[in-house]
């Protein structure tokens, strides 16, 4: 009678970062109208605040999927302190390359967390304003979709 | 096929209703050492206790009753809620006064599967979808059925 269950943990961290939408490769014109104010030359910020969501067996000596002790700490070191009051295009070296959309952040933060030890990496959600929120679970494929 | 048609009968509907309850706990493994107690759980193993407001979101999915339009009467959800935790958690110490937590560490892992297991024989109508368990604005678990594991 007893169903097997799944359990996950969800911890909210915070960082509060600049960025610029701009790719050197589009005219003016071009980042203009894809970005708009957000390709503004001296960028701007925002707070973010990012979900991660680990799962896992519950570890009966402790009760835990992941021991906050280990996830704290190392999802500090691996992003928070690492965005945190940065300018991502030049402080980030991914984002030296790549334009940091909060999909492209979300996407690399996930990257970063995959490693953690102890338990699997579900998702990540970042959320870029009260407004706007992004996950990334690690799913691959899909097409996508250009606008017409 | 559950989810057919947005205006056939079969549509899967998830249904949230949220109560909030306030306790205290602490965490303590006895087969381990004061130190490695103090190492794994920190703060957490001060044998005074602390205690958190916690925040339980519990979904219920189903197809609407074609004669009520709902999944499930919000007012018989609550009154189990009520029930079924309300009544044995709320300012409770979680350590001592919940005979399902005996035994188990209570953290938010632990109490939302207790939780799911009192409240799933209970849902007569629709079935328990999630169990959403927040410690903190910043931490919650999540308790669901195991994908491909046994259904109810």
Known sequence: MSQDLKVSLTRRYRFAASHRLHRPNFSEDENQRIYGKCSNPYGHGHNYSLEVTVSGAVDPATGMVANLGDLDPFVEHEVVEAFDHKYLNEEVSEFRQEVPTAENICREIYRRLKRFPPAHLERVRLQETSNNSFEFDGEIGGQHQRRP | ?152
């Open chain 2, 1 to 152: 096929m559950e989810g057919q048609g947005i205006r056939g009968e079969n549509v899967m509907i998830r249904v949230t209703r949220k109560i909030e309850f306030s306790a205290a706990h602490f965490y303590h493994n006895p087969n381990f050492s004061a130190q490695e107690n103090r190492r794994v759980f920190g703060k957490c193993n001060n044998p005074h206790g602390h205690g958190h407001n916690y925040v339980l979101e519990v979904t219920v999915a189903g197809v609407p009753d074609p004669e009520t339009g709902m999944v499930l009467d919000l007012k018989e959800l609550k009154d189990i809620l009520q029930r079924e935790v309300g009544e044995r958690m709320d300012h409770r110490h979680l350590n001592y006064e919940v005979p399902e937590l005996a035994g188990q560490i209570p953290t938010c892992e632990n109490i939302a599967q207790v939780i799911w297991r009192l409240l799933e024989p209970k849902i007569a109508k629709g079935k328990l979808d999630r169990v959403r368990l927040w410690e903190s604005p910043d931490l919650y678990a999540d308790c669901t059925a195991e994908s491909g594991g046994e259904g109810a």
